[in-house]
């Protein structure tokens, strides 16, 4: 079994300072607390902290991936304002975060977009972080699970094999995100038990089984260890709780014990 893992996304926030000044309490306490043997520890930053990041991980000698929260489907080019997966690997950055909600919403990402940058992370040696999940209204329609399956189904099911099993799958219902407002253990289990049968189906068993299905939507160190009880659930993707190192560092220690 895999550990568990849990992905800090921490959006459009931090100046370099601040980024330094997380670090000095997150590192040296995630290396006290021995998190990296129970867990993997992934930080979401803006690009323009991945160089400062990788120099201070290192000199706290500290177990925490890099992720990046997008990147272009096409290696180089005339692509003004973008950045390259071979760009992103260069710089030491392990995962990307794709299709996340507030690209597709906000900057009309489409399931094909998704599945150009997960299949160039996976071509380059990154690990995507596939975002998927249903709206508030489609939530209230009842049509959850149509919604992931047609996600997974235009921006997941082409990957390549047997690669896919790098990619992590993060279930994070748009209707849940950023509003505290968090999906039950019991209904993030019923859908990540839906998604896992989706990728076994697309997939075969052999290779569906091994790729995880991760939570996102308002985790925080109140229900992360609710939610990461379920066998379901092979992580947590905290947005806001990422923030503050404190309550990062209590959600993951809340994560890992499970009952
Ligand atoms: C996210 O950014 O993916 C997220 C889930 O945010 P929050 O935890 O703040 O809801």
Redesign the pocket.
């Known amino acids: 079994m895999q550990k568990p893992i849990f992905i800090g996304?921490w959006?459009m926030n931090k100046s370099g300072a601040e980024a330094c000044q997380y670090l000095e309490r997150f590192a040296p306490a995630v290396t006290a607390a021995k998190l990296s043997d129970q867990a993997e520890i992934v930080l979401a930053v803006p690009y323009t902290l991945i160089e400062t990041m990788q120099r201070e991980l290192t000199r706290h000698k500290a177990t925490i991936a890099l992720a990046a929260q997008n990147v272009h489907w096409l290696p180089s080019g005339a692509h003004t304002g973008e950045i390259s997966a071979p760009m992103l690997k260069e710089f030491g950055v392990s995962h990307v975060?794709v299709g996340?909600?507030?690209r597709r919403q906000f900057y009309g990402e489409s399931d094909e977009g998704v599945f150009k940058r997960a299949e160039a992370c996976l071509g380059a040696g990154l690990i995507p972080i596939i975002?998927i999940g249903e709206t508030g209204d489609e939530y209230k329609r009842g049509i959850s699970r149509e919604v992931v399956s047609l996600q997974i189904k235009n921006g997941i099911s082409k990957l390549p094999k047997p690669q896919v099993i790098q990619a992590i799958i993060?279930y994070?219902p748009v209707w849940?995100?950023?509003?505290?407002l968090?999906a039950t253990p019991e209904i993030a289990a019923l859908m990540h038990s839906h998604i896992r049968s989706e990728l076994n189906q697309v997939f075969g068993p052999t290779l569906g089984e091994q790729i995880r299905v991760i939570y996102?939507?308002?985790?925080?160190r109140d229900n992360a260890q609710r939610l990461c009880n379920s066998p379901e659930i092979d992580g947590l993707?905290?947005?806001?709780?990422?923030l503050d190192a404190d309550h990062f560092l209590d959600l993951i220690k809340a994560g890992i014990k499970k009952q």
């Open positions: 996304n959006k975060l996340h909600s507030e975002c993060a994070e849940a995100i950023g509003t505290g968090s996102g939507g308002s985790a925080s993707l905290p947005g806001g709780a990422s």
